[in-house]
């Protein structure tokens, strides 16, 4: 994977683009840091599909996609009103 500083990307765009369709995902920096990753679109389609599980793999899952609530804590005391009877 090639590196290109955000001078370097922007002056010769073309090239990283080309690279990056026809080889492999180019990483940018900017001051030194790496900021970003251009990858071919056959690249983020890909990735994009595998991040997201089936229903299937939800299913048939072992872990929790969520913490419920723990309703033993939760104090249940209802407030009672009450009302005069009417006299008759």
Known sequence: MLT???????ARFSELLDTCI???????TK??????VLVSIEEWKRLQSQAKPTLK???LSDTARFDL???RQINHQKTVKR???PEF
């Open 31 to 36: 001051r030194g840091q790496e900021v970003a």
């Open 22 to 28: 026809h080889s492999e995902p180019q990483v940018v």
């Open 4 to 10: 290109w500083s955000v001078q370097n990307a922007k």
């Open 83 to 85: 009302r005069a009877l």
């Open 69 to 71: 609530p723990d309703t």
């Open 57 to 59: 793999e939800l299913l």
